[in-house]
């Protein structure tokens, strides 16, 4: 196991807990120089504030789920408030922290380090996504405390436009949040072919700033279908126009599919930007060159494109024909197949890689471990006569919780614990954050594992009480639960103790030959004193770097 290299900087004593001078941080220290910033690092730290917050909302939510499936008869909530819960911690978790969370944060931060840029091509409209995140966040939370939704995050028809329940303010609060993600798209998509310092040829961007464009290209063609869809139901559940309620003519199977087209490429957006953290921390970790370049460039932009053709997947018991259900569950596969390959090649560079283990690789090594896992899981759920049997039930809940939990989250925690320094010129305690990591792995484990088990004995999803021989499996799952709230919070503690007394950081702490250490820790505002060259590929540990760290 390799020593991580000596951080010049933390043999000083830290300077009375001020960051080095003129870096971004101390451009302005008011509440306003922030609010009016056009500062993509600036903004990437507001993002960060807010989908940190949004997490931890829907964390609690999701606790309070699994205390009441502590028993199998009713305990701490009637059957209202569960649908209530998990409406609220579903909508949460998807629209307010895990599609904004890696793009909008480290995206936001890395992206103009990484192209050897000043800032992203539309600094204005950039803001712009910020504000128009918090307006969006603040009508749907509204939305759903005052409306009471429990429709699910799903807002099935013809119950969310037939039913009491108010949907109008949640939709209307997602169908802003859709013009915050398409703005952020369009940004980084033109920042990315537009901003790119010389030298720089598309053979040589950054792996992550592929997944970023992969994503943006996903949130700029996906996102406005959503939005149709959310003002259908609108006018729907609002005028009664009953296009998707079938005692008026409508079809209800017509909202799963506009519903589905948009929902299962989004899941992609929550997952294509974590791999491209991984592929970033893999090279760093392994002080190696990725063994593939081409490869996982190609199955980012083939998931994205493959992505938008296995919707169906979600609605083999909607009354498709044998047809449909056999074509949309061979290109779910094929999904898989471009997975493998990013798995196979990160596995493949970590092999005979001099690995440092740091709180950011235990993450890494979480996500690779967890994805397959949670992949072959899909697999199986994309075989119709499988899914037959598991659709709808724990089983489902497992395998999105495999994705969404064990790999995308554990990289948006992987990606904070390795750009924390650079973003905030602190280092954080390292032994802690390797127990708190192994910690959020097996925490993960004992929550989900066991609600695979469950799903295949038939406990439905969305229920709030069990026959009494699923119990033992809900208690390990909500101690599992408890583990994870644990782990989140331990986290938090110290990270918060490091922005304010951790070690100074070096411009490198970690030694890695990713374009964004070639500036200080923090950076300065213009992000670098000169631009510098890129003649080199990123993550080339063959030659020697002179004045890295500059
Ligand atoms: C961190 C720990 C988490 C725990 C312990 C947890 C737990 C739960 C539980 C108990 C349910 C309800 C299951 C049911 O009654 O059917 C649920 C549903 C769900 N969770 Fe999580 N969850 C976590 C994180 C996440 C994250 C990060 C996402 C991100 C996308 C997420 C997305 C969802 C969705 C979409 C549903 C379905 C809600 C619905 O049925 O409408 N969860 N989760
Ligand atoms: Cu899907």
Redo the contacts with the bound molecule.
Sequence with gaps: MRQLPADEASHQPPRDGVAPAHSYLDHGTTVWSWLTTKDHKRIGVMFLGSVLLM?FM??V???L??LE?LQPQPSFFDGLT?NR???L???T??WL??IPSIPTTFGNFCLPLMLGAKDLAFPRLNLASLYLYWFGALVTLFGMFQGGTD????FYTPYSTTSSVEVLPVLVGIFILGFSTILTGVNFIVSTHLTRAKGLTWRRIPLFVWTIYGTSIIQVLATPVLAITLALVGLDAGFGIGLFDPQRGGDPVLYQHLFWFYSHPAVYI?ILPGMGVVSELVCAFARKNISSYAAIVISTLGIAFVGFFTWGHHMFVAGQSVFDAGAFGVLSMLVAIFTAVKILTWTTTLYRGSIAITAPFVYVAGFIFLLFFGGMSGVALATTSIDIHWHDT?FV?AH??FI??GA??MAFFGALHYWFPKMFGRRYPEGLGIGAAVLIVFG?IA??LPQFLLGNAGM?????TYPEQYQPLHVT?TA??SL??FG?LIIALYLAWSLRWGKVSGANPWGSRGYEWLTPSPPPLHNFHEVPTFERDVHDYTVPEAGHGA
């Design positions: 997490f829907g964390g939510f999701a606790l789920l699994r499936l569960y819960l998990f409406t911690h579903g909508v978790m998807v922290f895990l429709t699910g995050w799903t929550m724990y809940v999105f919780h969404m939990v995308s989250l993960f929550t989900f439905p999803r969305r229920y709030f799952s599992g639960a994870l709230g989140f």
